[in-house]
């Protein structure tokens, strides 16, 4: 048998790209997720508590917020194959 994924609409931005939406600073005011700095200043990467245990973000990685308000992160390349913009 083949399935079809179902289309669902998700939130996403870039971490370290686009401006932070506000349902991650609440996820990190949380504790469910982490921005790291390897260095003083900006946060390189960030991690993300999933249902599958801890993921981690770099600069450039989309991080998305799933139906059910879960998290997670996703490479720029699984992404645009996965997703397209909704007006």
Same mark, same amino acid.
């Given at each position: 048998?083949?399935?079809?994924?179902?289309? @669902? @609409?998700?939130?996403?931005f +870039?971490?370290? =790209?686009?401006?932070?939406?506000? %349902?991650?600073?609440?996820?990190?005011?949380?504790? =469910?997720?982490?921005? =790291?700095?390897?260095?003083?200043?900006?946060?390189? %990467?960030?991690?993300?508590?999933?249902?599958?245990?801890?993921?981690?973000?770099?600069?450039?990685?989309?991080?998305i +917020?799933? @139906?059910?308000?879960?998290?997670?992160?996703? +490479?720029?390349? =699984?992404? +645009?194959q996965?997703?397209?913009? @909704?007006?």
């Amino acid at each position: 048998m083949k399935y079809r994924k179902k289309p @669902v @609409v998700i939130e996403a931005f +870039k971490y370290g =790209i686009d401006d932070m939406p506000e %349902w991650f600073k609440e996820a990190c005011r949380n504790n =469910i997720i982490t921005m =790291i700095s390897q260095y003083a200043g900006e946060a390189r %990467w960030c991690e993300i508590e999933t249902l599958e245990g801890t993921m981690t973000a770099n600069e450039g990685d989309y991080i998305i +917020k799933g @139906v059910n308000g879960e998290f997670y992160p996703c +490479k720029p390349d =699984i992404f +645009k194959q996965t997703y397209e913009l @909704v007006d």
